[in-house]
């Protein structure tokens, strides 16, 4: 038997890997915990305007006029709901959850964990910055912040603050992730963490366009009456553009974290096993390419962007809907293998003997029930000449409460269900009120949204409107509106009963029964997955490509023809 003695470049080429420690996985923990902490309190103030809203629009109570001088404005209230809800609340909790779930996969620390705790930081400073002016009314231009409406410079800073701390998370992981690879040159990335780097990733191209219109349209314009300087004028079209190259992959930014639970988590909680790791990852490699290039399907009405550009990103969206078809397909066969495990028989009666009883499970499963109606409606938004019957009315909020406010929400619920109570050593406070929980907010949505496409579809109510003082509000509307109210109702319950559980689960010392740790699910082929689905160059630079090739053109005829006329006002 010789014996091989390694040389200085295979040591170099080959590192030791490195362990993962008690120590390491409490600053982990304490992380995600903070972030989720964070996520929760945001989310409990947005869902409170979201109640005031719905009321308002039904004709059942307005409570804004007692608000004042708190709140001033209706507009102010939905600014508040949707930056808190859409933004802050994901944001926080993506960032807490795949911190927590990414170090378990790799089982490898974080390389650079300061960087992790400085990202922390700055988001709060960024929510905290962007929170003042949206308290004081300086800031009500509602979540897609369209100019010319001009909020306060210090809103558009706390918003820049929040997108690079949450880079930064991101480059926490892809510095991790390369240190790991060094140390296993030939091994296949876990799967949690890989896709969970795909994601963030994404969520990098995405947010370009946003920084883009922040940092050389709105905050200049914003900052020139505080430093004196007269303003540059903003371009509408522009900027409609560059918040679109990223408003719709933010779906993705919500949705991929669900999927990664959903894929890799959500059927060892059944019993289950990944009906196909190779057809996750491919998954998560086409959202890399799609997501970024669709944004001018949101622009379908809007002139100065020829037809030729809105059928490509028509095109594109369209193609989203294909990594969703599998997903599907692969989860739901992921699910069966659990199920029949648990004693299922027969086509669809197996369906009974999924792990009901769990909470966490619960949640997810009608999660994914809620998005299939969530992608038939993207499906019909992105069409487009469809597009046009339900543009800017109520069938919009109705849609995006069955992505945002359902496939993810209600997933992060779900995962809050395990996460919250392995983070504080807890037991859950009480597993049949968080089974309540996740059955009531399914039937609050299921209602709600219905009542809201309905709206849209059949009478073109407008959405962005105080639609209770509105002149023009009709009886006919009065069926839907009482079914929003019915679906809003079920909501607030599960909302109160959500934040009820975290609170007691958090401050009530009960030991757990066994350890808590990160489900995983293994796949149903012990094969390795091939190793072009491994690989990053190929779809990384695909989807830059496709990134320069479908918004390059465009953007530069719209900054070569730019007007920058338009000067910045306050509606409110």
Known sequence: M?????????????????????????????LAGLNVLIGVLALSIGALFGVFQGLEHARVFNIYPWLQPAIKTYYQGLTLH??????VWT????????????????????????????????????????AVPMLTNNASVLYTFYPPMLADWAFYVGLVLLVIGSWMVGYSMYF???AWRKENPDARAPFIALTSTITMAMWQLATLGVAAEILFQLLPNALAPVLGYPAPGLDVLLNRTLFW???????????????VSWYA?????????????????????????????????????????????????????MGVGFPSLITAFTVVASLEIGARVRGGKGYLRWIGRLNWGDPSYAAQNLAMILFIFGGIGGLINASYNVNMAVHNTMWVPGHFHLTVGSATTLSFFGISYWLVPKLTGHKLFTKWLALAQAWTWFFGMVFFSNAYHTLGLLFSVPRRTMLGEAPYYSSQWNPQMMESVLGLTLLSISATLFFAIMLFTWILPRKLDKPIEMPVAQPLDPKPAPKWLDTWWPWLNGAIALVILSYGPMLFQLVRDAEFWSKGIRVW
Request: aromatic share 18%.
């Open 2 to 30: 010789s014996v091989h003695a390694l040389s200085g470049a295979e040591l170099k080429a080959h590192p030791t890997p490195v362990p993962l420690t008690a120590q390491d996985l409490k600053i982990v923990d304490r």
């Open 82 to 87: 949707g930056a808190l809800n859409a933004l």
């Open 91 to 130: 944001t926080f909790f993506i960032c807490g959850f795949f911190t927590f779930a990414f170090v378990r996969s790799l089982n490898r620390p974080l390389k650079y964990p300061w960087m992790s705790v400085v990202a922390f930081i700055l988001m709060v400073v960024g929510l905290l910055t962007a």
């Open 176 to 178: 991790t992730y390369y």
């Open 245 to 259: 190259w990223f408003g719709h992959p933010l779906v993705y930014f919500w949705l991929l974290p669900a999927y």
């Open 265 to 317: 988590m959500l059927p060892a909680q059944t019993n289950g096993k990944m009906f196909s790791e190779p057809l996750g990852r491919l998954v998560f490699w086409l959202f890399l390419l799609f997501s970024t290039p669709v944004g001018f399907h949101h622009q379908y009405a809007d002139p100065g962007i020829p037809e030729i550009w809105k059928y490509i990103h028509m095109i594109f969206t």
